[in-house]
């Protein structure tokens, strides 16, 4: 079975950085496009970036761009979420996925990755 870890989150003040990683193990890392989404509670979840299989393409929503980056490192089967300028709306459960199929990487729905961590809390406080 394909299993993720995130990890890496925690409480900064607004306007720092955090970054968030996504270990993935079971599987051929290499060939998933990989995403990340976030969630606050009571709310839908909330398509953050995604990120080719190579890493030479990433893809993000309007609310983080230019503040979020999305890299992986396929010889350590990870993914990360570098977090900047954070802002107290960014406070969610930060969640990756992975995609088994295809080399799209426009998949802004949760429907549209076959596997996801547990997530990982990021808190912002102002």
């Known amino acids: 079975q394909v299993h993720l870890v995130e990890s890496g989150g925690g409480l900064v003040q607004a306007g720092g950085s955090l970054r968030v990683s996504c270990v993935v193990s079971g599987g051929a890392f290499s060939s998933y496009v990989m995403g990340w989404f976030r969630q606050v509670p009571g709310k839908e979840h909330e398509f953050v970036g995604s990120?080719?299989?190579?890493?030479?393409?990433?893809r993000y929503a309007d609310s983080v761009k230019g503040r979020f980056v999305i890299s992986r490192d396929n010889a350590k089967n990870a993914v990360y979420l570098q977090m900047n300028s954070l802002k107290p709306e960014d406070t969610a459960t930060y969640y990756c996925g992975a995609a088994f199929l295809g080399t799209h990487i426009a998949r802004e729905q949760m429907g549209e990755y076959d596997v996801w961590g547990q997530g990982t809390q990021v808190t912002v406080s102002s």
């Open positions: 990120i080719s299989r190579s890493g030479e393409i990433t």
